[in-house]
């Protein structure tokens, strides 16, 4: 069992280095199974095809993503201070893959019809978080309600949007930590009670 674990590790940190850098359609088979050091046919008894292991890469990178952010929000703590970290965590990894490596973008951002539905239901399920952590904020007077009486919801995705909207408009991992720090100070004038 551990040596299986050990090489679908090594097929998924392969692919991962290897989309990154050449892209889905620029990387075989072939290159993957040799920057991993087995066999083309090893990786065919883990993976069905090429799309079927970049699939696992992204779902891999994701469940990996949404765990960080689990561990670093906790179960406690006040409601601003879980929001921001979940925020810094999921747009400041993401971020950063896209600006280390010339394809990143298309692994943690693929719209195309390889992955989709997994970045759509992860944003879903990062989405239904953060109104979570809204609703108990609102609740414990930790956050403030809006003067239009803002739903948890409207509230979340405003966050997720102006946290999109950084990392898009950023230029570099430093630009983003800047920008990413500003709006949380604008967010935090305006939400703590």
């Known amino acids: 069992m551990k ?28 290159e993957i199974a ?5 066999g083309k046919g090893t990786i ?3 993976f069905a095809s090429k799309e079927a292991l970049f699939r696992a890469l992204c779902t ?5 993503v949404f765990s960080d952010v689990r561990e670093t929000i906790g179960d406690d703590g006040h409601a601003f201070a879980r929001i921001a970290a ?21 692994l943690v951002e693929s719209r195309d019809e390889h992955a989709a539905d997994l970045f759509r ?4 399920r990062f989405e239904s978080l953060v109104v979570e952590l ?13 003067a239009d009486r803002l739903t948890a919801r409207a509230i979340a995705q405003t966050l997720l949007a102006a946290a999109r909207g950084v990392a898009l408009a950023a230029r570099d991992p430093a630009d983003f930590d800047r920008r990413f720090e500003a709006l949380l100070a604008v967010l935090r004038e305006g939400l703590t009670a």
């Open 134 to 146: 809204v609703e108990r904020g609102l609740l414990r007077a930790e956050l403030r309600r809006t």
């Open 3 to 30: 040596a299986t674990i050990g090489k679908e590790r090594a097929i998924l940190d392969a692919a991962l280095r290897l989309f990154s850098h050449n892209g889905y359609r620029k990387t075989s088979v072939d």
């Open 86 to 106: 979940a925020l810094r965590v999921k747009y400041g990894r993401f971020f950063r893959m896209v600006a280390s490596a010339p394809y990143g973008r298309e």
């Open 60 to 64: 891999h990178v994701i469940e990996h």
């Open 34 to 38: 040799a920057a991993a050091g087995i």
């Open 44 to 46: 065919y008894l883990y």
């Open 121 to 124: 239901a992860f944003d879903e």
